[in-house]
């Protein structure tokens, strides 16, 4: 389109209950609850609501009270990008997310789908770990890395940082990433591996899988939330 302006609607929404953003967890279990049961939501919006949410990010994963949020300890806000299935445009441009967790193929412009979202919540358990538990009282006596393998998901264009990200998925890639977190987050090493591995398939080429599988969408959100649960576990 060549439109200078997007004719947008400003909205608010008032949500209950009250939480707190992702990046302020405490420790792992927290982290890897409210994840979980962030992932649970979308697939609640997505299977049941026949929404997609298109915008996973810190900002939009909130810590939840169990006793003030029916037993579930994490949750998704911020539809603005949403869309319901099978609809016209939402208003947004083609492209929507927070660029470091914006899917491979997002950043390629193509259509947004579930598997997109899920792509999304594993770069920001990534981010949480290799990042932001640097500065949340995990680093111990060390310091974060000066020169990050994440530097490479914030600068460049869409398509230098799809590269750099589609690079990143590879099990010799991740293990760069996972070395850059802290000794207390080991435990969610393995996690990450098991993730990526759902999500990122090798193809006969030993080339990773970036695409939406056919099928029901529980073909990835039950693997990935038992993963999450067998992690939560064996804390």
């Given at each position: 389109?060549?439109?200078?302006?997007?004719?947008?609607i400003?909205?608010?929404?008032?949500?209950?209950?009250?939480?707190?953003v992702?990046?302020?967890?405490?420790?792992?279990?927290?982290?890897?609850?409210?994840m979980r049961?962030?992932?649970?939501?979308?697939?609640?919006?997505?299977v049941?609501?026949?929404?997609?949410?298109?915008?996973?990010?810190?900002?939009?994963?909130?810590?939840?009270?169990?006793?003030?949020?029916?037993?579930?300890?994490?949750?998704l806000?911020?539809?603005?990008?949403?869309k319901?299935?099978?609809?016209?445009?939402?208003?947004?441009?083609?492209?929507?997310?927070?660029i470091q967790?914006?899917?491979?193929?997002?950043?390629?412009?193509?259509?947004?789908?579930?598997?997109?979202?899920?792509?999304s919540?594993?770069?920001?358990?990534?981010?949480?770990?290799?990042?932001?538990?640097?500065?949340?009282?995990?680093?111990?006596?060390?310091?974060?890395?000066?020169?990050?393998?994440?530097?490479r998901?914030?600068?460049?264009?869409?398509?230098?940082?799809?590269?750099?990200?589609?690079?990143?998925?590879?099990v010799?890639g991740?293990?760069?990433?996972?070395?850059?977190?802290?000794?207390?987050l080991?435990?969610?090493?393995?996690?990450?591996?098991?993730?990526?591995?759902?999500?990122?398939?090798?193809?006969?080429?030993?080339?990773?899988?970036?695409g939406?599988p056919?099928?029901?969408?529980?073909?990835?959100?039950k693997?990935?939330?038992?993963a999450?649960?067998?992690?939560?576990?064996?804390?």
């Amino acid at each position: 389109s060549e439109d200078l302006w997007e004719d947008r609607i400003y909205s608010c929404l008032v949500i209950s209950p009250a939480g707190r953003v992702i990046s302020e967890f405490t420790d792992i279990k927290q982290l890897l609850e409210s994840m979980r049961d962030a992932i649970k939501a979308h697939q609640s919006l997505f299977v049941a609501g026949n929404i997609l949410h298109r915008d996973i990010s810190p900002n939009n994963i909130i810590i939840t009270d169990p006793e003030t949020a029916d037993g579930f300890k994490g949750t998704l806000i911020d539809l603005d990008m949403a869309k319901a299935q099978n609809s016209g445009p939402s208003g947004a441009r083609q492209r929507t997310g927070t660029i470091q967790f914006m899917a491979i193929e997002v950043l390629r412009n193509i259509d947004h789908t579930y598997r997109h979202d899920l792509e999304s919540f594993f770069y920001v358990l990534l981010w949480m770990c290799g990042c932001q538990s640097w500065h949340n009282g995990f680093s111990g006596n060390k310091k974060a890395p000066q020169e990050s393998v994440f530097q490479r998901w914030e600068i460049g264009s869409f398509s230098q940082i799809a590269r750099a990200k589609e690079g990143d998925m590879y099990v010799s890639g991740l293990q760069r990433i996972v070395n850059e977190f802290p000794e207390k987050l080991d435990k969610v090493k393995p996690l990450c591996m098991r993730i990526r591995k759902i999500l990122f398939p090798y193809d006969k080429n030993a080339s990773v899988n970036i695409g939406t599988p056919a099928g029901e969408p529980d073909q990835l959100y039950k693997p990935i939330i038992a993963a999450y649960d067998e992690a939560i576990s064996e804390l």
